[in-house]
């Protein structure tokens, strides 16, 4: 499923007060700037943190079988030819950037702090609160954790019972929240032990509706969700998962081997045909496992210098220390970023790209902040995926418009929709998959609905 990322801090207070998403959502993979922020009250900031990778960042993933799909969610489906690369009804004209709206948050609900990207909607921190919508009407397995199943397209629901939570991650039918006290909760489906409880519900009856403790995690820092199991990296710089990370599935978080200390960062996201990968920064090199139809997944990449990592679709992408990224993987689309569509075994360099702190991933394309919170975009354009208001794709890095402060960013590898938080606002684009009873295709960065402050 798709992926989400965060960054450890030396100490345990300290990192809990940098925490941002990573990426991600099922296959959501998410990422995070160092920032400010104090711990516990809900102002953002942090170091990098889950999302979409992740996921830290999160996203979903599509049907049953985990494949990705073509069309409107997202998956890999080729280049795009779908947008008449005409300007968004959410451009300004004069200066190339979203319309301005009034700040989201006048009303007091916010800000936003973490945000992971699923198949049809989102997932969000805000103010403490855990708040998810979808525009397909989900929560078909009480993924929201509002203790029903089923909701309102494009309404937005509140889980029950969390006032501390700090950072999201999401798989395809499950949703894990890291709370301030170092605990991971989760809800939804546990048919593959996704909740980590220790238990695997049953086929007939797998739903876990209230947000649910994961068992012996107490020191979490940050967590990274792929479409079947969750990973966290704990205050000691190990990494435990739970759910279909390994096979068979396991319900208990559990330290594999080989991120047993000096993990830094986490991504979840797909190997190919709806297979969970993860990957890890663990003492400066990528280390990646999973499942896939060969068993698991142990190479390593890029050896030392690796500040962060994205699990895309048969793609991976890296941070540097000196700013720089790279990709190595799948390049139908341009998504390895450097100026080819040529498929490398090896990591590749990003073209042009200088000053990156941050990067996330989803089936087919990849994003990466840069200097100033500004954000870089390469691969399919698909629904407006890059940012840049054009349906072309680009093998080499686009800017996302009108975009500046930005410390974190979520991509799924299920959807082409993106979201990224900026003075905690959140601002989405890449589909039409936002909030709201009206939605439109956004090819360029959108500040958000106020209905995310409005829950039934």
């Known amino acids: 499923m798709r992926s989400q990322k965060s960054v450890l801090i030396p100490t345990f207070a300290s990192l809990l007060v940098g925490l941002a998403a990573v990426s991600a959502g099922a296959g959501c993979s998410s990422a995070s700037t160092p920032a400010g922020g104090a711990p516990g009250s809900g102002t953002p900031g942090g170091g990098p943190g889950a999302g979409q990778n992740g996921d830290a960042g999160g996203g979903g993933t599509t049907a049953e079988d985990g494949g990705p799909t073509a069309g409107d969610d997202g998956g890999p489906s080729g280049p795009s030819g779908g947008e008449d690369g005409g300007a968004s009804p959410n451009e300004d004209a004069a200066t190339g950037g979203p319309v301005a709206i009034p700040p989201m948050w006048d009303s007091g609900c916010g800000p936003v702090t973490s945000v992971a990207v699923t198949i049809a909607g989102g997932v969000v921190t805000l103010a403490g609160t855990v708040r998810s919508w979808s525009t397909n009407a989900g929560n078909t397995a009480g993924e929201y954790g509002n203790g029903t199943l089923g909701a ?173 990224a790279q990709c190595w993987g799948a390049n139908d689309v341009g998504q390895l970023g450097n100026g080819t569509n040529t498929d ?87 589909g039409s998959n936002q909030p709201g009873s009206s939605p439109a295709n956004l090819v360029t960065p959108t500040l958000m609905n106020p209905s995310l402050c409005t829950t039934p």
Do not use: R
């Open 152 to 324: 309102n397209s494009g309404s937005v629901y509140s889980a029950q019972g969390i006032s501390n939570a700090i950072q999201v991650s999401a798989g395809t039918q499950s949703t894990c929240v890291l709370l301030n006290n170092g605990t991971v909760q989760c809800m939804g489906d546990n048919q593959y032990g996704e909740i980590g409880t220790g238990q695997q519900s049953p086929e007939t009856n797998p739903n876990i509706t209230v947000p649910t403790t994961v068992t012996g995690i107490t020191t979490a820092t940050a967590i990274a969700s792929s479409e079947l199991g969750t990973c966290a990296i704990l205050q000691s710089s190990s990494s435990v998962c739970w759910g279909d990370w390994s096979s068979p599935p396991n319900p208990t978080p559990a330290v594999n081997p080989g991120w047993a200390t000096g993990v830094t960062d986490v991504a979840a996201g797909d190997y190919g045909s709806g297979d969970n990968e993860f990957c890890a920064v663990v003492s400066g090199a990528v280390k990646c496992l999973g499942t896939d139809t060969d068993g698991n997944l142990s190479p390593t990449f890029l050896q030392s210098g690796v500040l962060q990592v994205a699990v895309g679709h048969n793609f991976q992408c890296a941070v540097l220390s000196g700013g720089t």
């Open 344 to 430: 490398a075994d090896n990591p590749v360099t990003v073209t042009g790209l200088t000053g990156a702190t941050a990067i996330a991933a989803n089936g087919v394309a990849a994003c990466a902040i840069v200097a100033g919170g500004e954000v870089m975009c390469w691969g399919s354009n698909q629904n407006g995926s890059l940012g840049n208001g054009s349906g072309q794709d680009s093998n080499v890095p686009v800017q996302a418009m009108g975009l500046t402060g930005v410390t974190s960013i979520s991509m799924s590898v299920y959807t082409s929709f993106v979201c990224a938080i900026s003075a905690g606002n959140l601002y989405c684009w890449g």
